[in-house]
């Protein structure tokens, strides 16, 4: 059994709180992919850095109306030598809102100066007034903190260095791989209980919890994927194998234990606040309404999913029984009324005592 203390530790998300939420965190994320390792906007960018130069670039979206004034028109085509080439000169640079052309450099910003910013210099102030009035995207490159700023409508992002955002992302991964450690055995345990028709709420909700911290971890890692780009591609790999299966075995034990009401049960946990999350009595009472050391029993359909029984068999099973353990209980003379013949009586009989051989032999299911 896993340590009960485990369900409560708590459990590091590296990732910038400055990201929005919802549909404001999709486009900000999109923001990422611009700029993410591989694109020619990022190459200028490292460039801009290698050379410890500044730089201010805004895409136009066609709201800068007013703000910008001045400098030279020169609508070329985008490439990262051209972008560095043309940052020597002051002022801002104006590129197309897709950031495959160059539209203008040298140009004055105009801001409204009432609306707030916590920046400092010139021209960080000058960005994120423009990426709030303007609701784009603008990105300021400081020579002196040698630091990337994204600016994008109303929220901020310090943007890292592909080495340290790849370190995040591995530190990241041993906290999922741990949590797919944990995850496996209270599922072992589960598969057990079940069998032995001795399961409990608390039991169940060990399992959903760690389903939806894993989610959670695994989104985090999502977001730093983004920002890693064509870098990423081992810890994309490595994720994947980590979370494979998690959310179809999250599916079936929400459909053993609530039925055609799975759907509402997993809302509200994808909804659940992280710290509310890590308390399992929490779970239970908000999904079962009922003592956390209650006996439950599923109806059956994961494990018996994970038979050799056919799909037709198995919900003649589940819809002539009240749960799995009624299942587990029946007579012979009872199986074979429902399945209807002694070979399917026998196969049957046979199929759980291999899933019972399997899962006292702490096998995998």
């Given at each position: 059994m896993?340590?009960?203390?485990?369900?409560?530790?708590?459990?590091?998300?590296?990732?910038?709180?400055?990201?929005?939420?919802?549909?404001?965190?999709?486009?900000f994320?999109?923001?990422?992919?611009?700029v993410?390792?591989?694109?020619?906007?990022?190459?200028a960018?490292?460039?801009?850095?290698?050379?410890?130069?500044?730089?201010?670039?805004?895409?136009?979206?066609?709201?800068?109306?007013?703000?910008?004034?001045?400098?030279?028109?020169?609508?070329?085509?985008?490439?990262?030598?051209?972008?560095?080439?043309?940052?020597?000169?002051?002022?801002?640079?104006?590129?197309?809102?897709?950031?495959?052309?160059?539209?203008?450099?040298?140009?004055?910003?105009?801001?409204?100066?009432?609306?707030?910013?916590?920046?400092?210099?010139?021209?960080?102030?000058?960005?994120?007034?423009?990426?709030?009035?303007?609701?784009?995207?603008v990105?300021?490159?400081?020579?002196?903190?040698?630091?990337?700023?994204?600016?994008?409508?109303?929220?901020?992002?310090?943007?890292?260095?592909?080495?340290?955002?790849?370190?995040?992302?591995?530190?990241?991964?041993?906290?999922?791989?741990?949590?797919?450690?944990?995850?496996?055995?209270?599922?072992?345990?589960?598969?057990?209980?079940?069998?032995?028709?001795?399961?409990?709420?608390?039991?169940?909700?060990?399992?959903?919890q760690?389903?939806?911290?894993?989610?959670?971890i695994?989104?985090?890692?999502?977001?730093?994927?983004?920002?890693?780009?064509k870098?990423?591609?081992?810890?994309?790999?490595?994720?994947?194998?980590?979370t494979?299966?998690?959310q179809?075995?999250?599916?079936?034990?929400?459909?053993d234990?609530?039925?055609?009401?799975?759907?509402?049960?997993?809302?509200?946990?994808?909804?659940?606040?992280?710290?509310?999350?890590?308390?399992?009595?929490?779970?239970?009472?908000?999904?079962?309404?009922?003592?956390?050391?209650?006996?439950?029993?599923?109806?059956?359909?994961?494990?018996?999913?994970?038979?050799?029984?056919?799909?037709?068999?198995?919900?003649?099973?589940?819809?002539?029984?009240?749960?799995?353990?009624?299942?587990?209980?029946?007579?012979?003379?009872?199986?074979?009324?429902?399945?209807?013949?002694?070979?399917?009586?026998?196969?049957?009989?046979?199929?759980?005592?291999?899933?019972?051989?399997?899962?006292?032999?702490?096998?995998?299911?």
């Open positions: 896993v340590d009960e203390k485990e369900t409560t530790e708590e459990i590091f998300l590296p990732f910038s709180k400055e990201i929005p939420e919802g549909e404001a965190e999709k486009d994320m999109n923001v990422l992919r611009m993410a390792p591989g694109t020619s906007l990022r190459v960018l490292d460039d801009f850095l290698n050379a410890k130069m500044g730089a201010l670039i805004v895409l136009d979206n066609g709201n800068l109306g007013e703000i910008v004034e001045g400098g030279f028109t020169v609508n070329t085509k985008f490439s990262a030598q051209k972008l560095v080439e043309l940052a020597k000169m002051d002022g801002a640079i104006i590129l197309s809102k897709d950031a495959k052309d160059i539209l203008r450099v040298n140009a004055l910003l105009f801001t409204d100066i009432s609306i707030n910013t916590k920046e400092t210099g010139t021209r960080h102030k000058a960005a994120e007034r423009t990426a709030k009035q303007a609701k784009t995207i990105l300021a490159v400081s020579e002196r903190k040698n630091k990337i700023s994204i600016y994008y409508g109303d929220s901020s992002y310090q943007l890292q260095r592909s080495s340290e955002v790849l370190r995040r992302a591995s530190e990241t991964l041993q906290i999922l791989e741990k949590q797919r450690d944990i995850f496996d055995e209270y599922l072992m345990d589960l598969n057990s209980l079940e069998l032995r028709k001795h399961s409990t709420i608390n039991d169940v909700c060990l399992v959903l760690r389903v939806e911290i894993m989610k959670r695994s989104d985090m890692v999502q977001r730093l994927l983004i920002e890693l780009g870098e990423g591609m081992v810890v994309k790999m490595r994720l994947k194998e980590l494979g299966g998690l179809k075995e999250e599916e079936l034990i929400l459909k234990y609530f039925g055609s009401n799975h759907s509402s049960s997993l809302d509200l946990l994808e909804k659940m606040d992280f710290d509310f999350l890590l308390e399992p009595l929490n779970i239970s009472r908000l999904l079962f309404e009922e003592l956390h050391d209650k006996n439950v029993s599923p109806k059956g359909i994961r494990l018996l999913g994970k038979t050799n029984l056919l799909e037709r068999y198995i919900d003649l099973l589940i819809g002539n029984f009240e749960n799995f353990s009624d299942i587990l209980s029946a007579t012979n003379e009872d199986i074979l009324r429902v399945l209807g013949s002694e070979s399917m009586l026998a196969f049957f009989k046979e199929e759980i005592y291999n899933l019972k051989e399997k899962v006292n032999l702490g096998k995998g299911l």
